[in-house]
């Protein structure tokens, strides 16, 4: 039997085993939700109007666009030096693959009008807050682009950390558009709102995402390799 703290901290390859399926499954989801922000069709969140501006550029799938930009920003977190998981290569793959996914099977047709695109939009937003928490509490790493986020903000120093996150968005979304990402009233629910919305879900299942300690990848695996940490 496995105990609370071991699955908690990583201790055993079965924790991280388990803690890396868990992450698996509820960045799944997590793609579900974000299916559900892009058949809203009024205009997508940040990085998805890059992730569909490169695919129509590109004439490649979401999936494989979304893994190029995830795989991009991984880099770029390693040399800034930032703490890196087996999570963030979990969540690198499988949220792309996942839209992909749903695309192909299709279980929900576009929005015909904004009577029941907001709605869509919203409840996709929710999704992805609450499988934000399942996520994070593997505790194995954040995702490439909130790890991007805070090493952005520790190095300008003088600027707030949602400021940072403004001129990030902003810029992806600029870049996206550029490139024929939709850009739409849907673009603004996804940037004022999930922010508010993930706050909400943990206030709701009583979760502090600043108390989580994350394992690092060298972490892991010396557990792998019989090492105590």
């Known amino acids: 039997m496995i105990s609370k703290n071991e699955l908690r901290e990583n201790r055993s390859v079965r924790a991280i085993l388990l803690n890396v399926l868990l992450a698996a499954v509820s960045l799944f989801v997590n793609g579900f939700g974000i299916y559900l922000t892009i058949q809203a069709n009024i205009g997508v969140a940040p990085y998805d109007v890059l992730n569909i501006g490169l695919s129509k550029t590109l004439h490649i799938l979401y999936g494989t666009a979304s893994i190029a930009v995830s795989f991009t920003?991984?880099?770029?977190?390693?040399?800034?030096?930032?703490?890196?998981g087996l999570?963030?290569?979990?969540?690198?793959?499988?949220?792309?693959?996942?839209?992909?996914?749903?695309?192909?099977?299709?279980p929900v047709p576009k929005a015909e009008s904004l009577l029941s695109a907001i709605p869509m939009m919203l409840i996709g937003l929710v999704i992805i807050a609450y499988t934000q928490?399942?996520?994070?509490?593997?505790?194995?790493?954040?995702?490439?682009?909130?790890?991007?986020?805070?090493?952005?903000?520790?190095?300008?120093?003088?600027?707030?950390?949602?400021?940072?996150?403004?001129?990030?968005q902003g810029s992806v979304t600029f870049i996206g558009w550029l490139l024929g990402g939709p850009v739409g009233i849907g673009t603004l629910i996804s940037a004022f709102c999930a922010g508010p919305i993930m706050q909400m879900a943990f206030q709701s299942v009583h979760f502090d995402a600043t108390h989580v300690k994350h394992q690092r990848l060298q972490d892991s695996y010396k557990v792998f390799c019989g090492s105590r940490i």
Do not use: Q
């Open 87 to 106: 999570a963030m290569f979990i969540d690198a793959i499988v949220v792309g693959k996942s839209v992909d996914f749903f695309n192909w099977l299709h």
């Open 73 to 84: 920003i991984l880099v770029i977190d390693i040399l800034l030096k930032e703490p890196i």
């Open 133 to 168: 928490y399942t996520y994070m509490i593997a505790s194995l790493g954040c995702g490439p682009r909130d790890t991007l986020l805070v090493g952005l903000a520790k190095r300008a120093k003088r600027l707030p950390i949602g400021v940072v996150g403004i001129l990030l």
